[in-house]
């Protein structure tokens, strides 16, 4: 466990510069860093690694999320529903 948290560690700090996160969403997505590391993989492979389309589409209002982002969804206490919305555009 602790070699899976050691290797995940720079992975989750890699996608918070990659997002361009605040460390105030930066601490909240902390507990989810595996979920978050396997969201900017999806997110990766669905727009070509292009870091601007996964900030677009990070950052773009949802009407599946109340109109919410999936990055303020992921910070609001609804990470779940912002990963569902991406296996669901992902085709997972």
């Not at 105030?24 to 997110?43: W, Y």
């Not at 589409?57 to 599946?64: E, F, P, T």
């Amino acid at each position: 466990e602790i070699e899976m948290r050691d290797a995940i560690i720079p992975a989750f700090e890699n996608t918070c510069r990659r997002w361009q996160l605040t460390p105030e969403q930066q601490a909240t997505l902390s507990p989810h860093a595996i979920e978050v590391v396997g969201m900017s993989l999806t997110l990766g492979a669905m727009f070509d690694e292009s870091v601007e389309a996964e900030n677009a589409w990070l950052r773009a209002s949802r009407k599946k999320l109340a109109g919410l982002s999936a990055l303020d969804a992921m910070t609001t206490g609804m990470f779940s529903d912002a990963t569902n919305l991406l296996r669901d555009e992902a085709g997972y």
